[in-house]
C-alpha cells in the first residue's frame, strides 16, 4: 500500500466509523442499539464527502462580490450533498423510532429475536 | 431464543470476520485515492469553478452552497422537503392516540417523572427562549450572506418551540401553533417552493425575462428569490420537527 | 492543524467504540451526542462551516431528542433510575454487612 493513509486521515477514519456502525448494526441486539449504529454509519460516509471537497491552504466558499479567483476557495459541491443527507437522515431516524416504538407496545420486548419468535408462535396458534 | 448456542457464536464471529474484510476492502480502496486536498484533485473540475466564480453575479448569493442547493440544483432542495414531510405523515399515521384512551393514559404517560410547570425551567426559560427564536430567525435571514441557511435555521427555531413546550405547558403553545396552523404553515410553504421555482423554471426553458431581479450583492434583500425559499425550508424543517416531537409526547395535537 | 484533526478523529472513532460496548442504553444515547459535537467540530476544521452548523443543530439537537423521547416512552428510563438504586441498596447493604463481621 502507498503512504497515502497517513495523508488522508479523514477517510480512513471514516472507513473505520463505517466498519463500527455496520458492527454494530449486525450484533448488537437491541433495536435502539441498532438505530444509533445506522446513524453512526451515515455520519462516517457524510466524513468522507466532507473530505473529498478540502483544497489545501483554502477557506470556506464565501466570496466577495467581483472579480473571484477560484483556486482560493473549497469545493462547494460535496457541501451541499451532504446537507440535504443530513436532513433525511434525520427523518429516517423519526420513522424507525416510531416503529420501534409501536413494536414494544405491541410485543413488550425490544429484542429482534423475541419478536420474530413470538410472531412464530403466533401464526402457528392462528393456523390451527 | 438463540441466545447462548453455538449458532449466536458462529453468527458473532461471521459478522466479525466480514466486518473486517469489508474495512479492508475499503481501506485498499482509500490507498489508490488521490492525496486529500490536491488542487488538481478530479472532483474539483470546471462545475465548482463556474459556482465560485459566476455564482454570485448570477444569483446574487454570497455564500457558494447556498446559491447551489436553492438556485442551481433547487431540485434536490423540494425533494427532500418532500422526505420530511412524508415523514412527518409517517410519523403521524404510526403514532397516533385515538380519542378514547387519549384522556387518562396519555397524562398518565406525561407527568411520571415531571413537575408540572416547574419554576426553575420558566423562570429560566423566560430569557431562553426568545433568545433561542432570534438567534434562528438571524440564521435563516442571513443564509445568502454567510454559513447557515434554511436548515439550520429551521432546526434551531424548531428546538426553541421545543423548549417552549417543555417549560409553559401544551396549553399556552396551542395559542400559536395548533394543528390548523400546523397544517396551512407546512402545505403554503411547500406550495410557495412550487410555484416559485416553477416559474424560474419555465422563464428559464423558454428564454423570457424574468421579472425577479439580482440586485446589489452584500445586501440582503438581494439574491432575487433566495431568501424567500430559505424562509419557507425554515418554517417546513421547524414545523415538522415540532409535530414529530408532540407525535412522541402526547400521540396528537389537541385540537 | 493536521494534529488537531487527528486528536479529534482518534476521540470519534473511541466514541463510535464505546457507544458499541455499553451494555445500557442511556450511556449509549449521551454519548452519540458528543460524538455527533466531534464531528461538527471536525467539518469546521475541513473548511465547511453550512454543515457544522446543521450537524450540531441537527446531529446533536433533534436526533439526540427523539431518542429519549422514544426511550422515555418504551418506559427504559424509569427501569434504569430502578435497577441503579437497587445497585446503591446492594452495596449499602453490603457495606455495612462488613462493618458488622469487623466489629
Request: charged content about 15%; overall charge negative.
Amino acid at each position: 500500500m502507498n503512504n497515502y493513509i497517513v495523508t488522508n486521515l479523514p477517510e480512513v477514519a471514516a472507513i473505520i466509523l463505517f466498519g463500527i456502525g455496520f458492527s454494530n448494526l449486525l450484533l448488537a441486539r437491541n433495536l435502539i442499539k441498532k438505530i444509533i449504529g445506522l446513524n453512526i454509519m451515515d455520519t462516517a460516509i457524510y466524513l468522507f464527502l466532507a473530505a473529498k471537497g478540502y483544497v489545501d491552504n483554502a477557506v470556506a466558499p464565501i466570496v466577495p462580490p467581483g472579480a473571484v479567483d477560484p483556486d482560493l476557495y473549497v469545493n462547494p459541491v460535496p457541501s451541499g450533498l451532504v446537507l440535504t443527507g443530513i436532513v433525511v437522515s434525520v427523518s429516517v431516524t423519526a420513522v424507525l423510532l416510531a416503529l420501534t416504538v409501536r413494536l414494544y407496545e405491541e410485543f413488550n420486548t425490544l429484542d429482534i429475536d423475541e419478536i420474530v419468535h413470538q410472531l412464530r408462535v403466533k401464526d402457528k396458534e392462528a393456523i390451527r | 431464543m438463540y441466545k447462548g448456542t453455538r449458532i449466536q457464536t458462529l453468527y458473532n464471529l461471521l459478522s466479525i470476520v466480514f466486518t473486517i474484510l469489508l474495512i479492508g476492502i475499503l481501506l485498499y480502496t482509500v490507498s489508490e485515492l488521490p492525496v486529500m486536498g490536491d488542487a488538481l484533485h478530479p472532483a474539483n473540475n470546471e462545475v465548482a469553478a463556474h459556482y465560485l466564480v459566476h455564482g454570485a453575479r448570477e444569483t446574487g448569493a454570497l455564500n457558494a452552497v447556498t446559491a447551489m442547493i436553492l438556485d442551481y440544483r433547487a431540485f434536490d432542495t423540494l425533494g427532500e422537503l418532500c422526505v420530511l414531510f412524508v415523514s412527518a405523515c409517517s410519523v403521524y399515521i404510526l403514532l397516533r392516540v385515538d380519542a378514547g384512551r387519549k384522556e387518562e393514559e396519555v397524562e398518565a404517560l406525561d407527568r411520571r417523572y415531571e413537575p408540572w410547570n416547574d419554576a426553575i425551567l420558566s423562570k429560566a426559560f423566560l430569557f431562553l427562549v426568545p433568545a433561542v427564536f432570534l438567534f434562528g430567525i438571524y440564521i435563516t435571514l442571513t443564509g445568502h450572506l454567510s454559513p447557515g441557511g434554511g436548515f439550520s435555521g429551521g432546526a434551531i427555531i424548531g428546538a426553541g418551540l421545543l423548549l417552549y413546550l417543555n417549560a409553559f405547558g401544551l396549553e399556552k403553545t396551542e395559542r400559536f401553533m395548533n394543528r390548523i396552523r400546523y397544517r396551512r404553515l407546512n402545505c403554503g410553504a411547500l406550495g410557495f417552493y412550487f410555484l416559485a421555482k416553477g416559474y424560474s423554471f419555465f422563464v428559464g426553458a423558454n428564454d423570457i425575462k424574468s421579472v425577479i431581479s439580482v440586485s446589489d450583492q452584500g445586501n440582503i434583500l438581494s439574491a432575487g428569490l433566495i431568501m424567500p425559499l430559505n424562509v419557507c425550508v425554515a418554517i417546513v424543517v421547524s414545523t415538522t420537527v415540532y409535530a414529530v416531537y408532540l407525535m412522541f409526547r402526547k400521540g396528537g395535537f389537541n385540537i | 492543524m493536521q494534529g488537531l484533526i487527528a486528536i479529534l478523529l482518534a476521540l470519534l472513532v473511541l466514541a463510535a467504540l464505546a457507544v458499541s460496548a455499553s451494555r445500557k442504553l442511556l450511556p449509549a444515547v449521551i454519548i452519540f451526542m458528543s460524538y455527533s459535537l466531534v464531528m461538527s467540530m471536525v467539518w469546521m476544521l475541513l473548511q465547511a462551516p453550512d454543515l457544522a452548523i446543521t450537524e450540531a443543530a441537527v446531529g446533536a439537537g433533534i436526533t439526540s431528542v427523539l431518542l429519549f423521547i422514544a426511550l422515555k416512552r418504551i418506559g427504559e428510563l424509569e427501569r434504569d433510575l430502578e435497577e441503579s438504586e437497587e445497585e446503591i441498596h446492594l452495596s449499602s447493604a453490603r457495606g455495612k454487612q462488613e462493618d458488622q463481621s469487623d466489629v
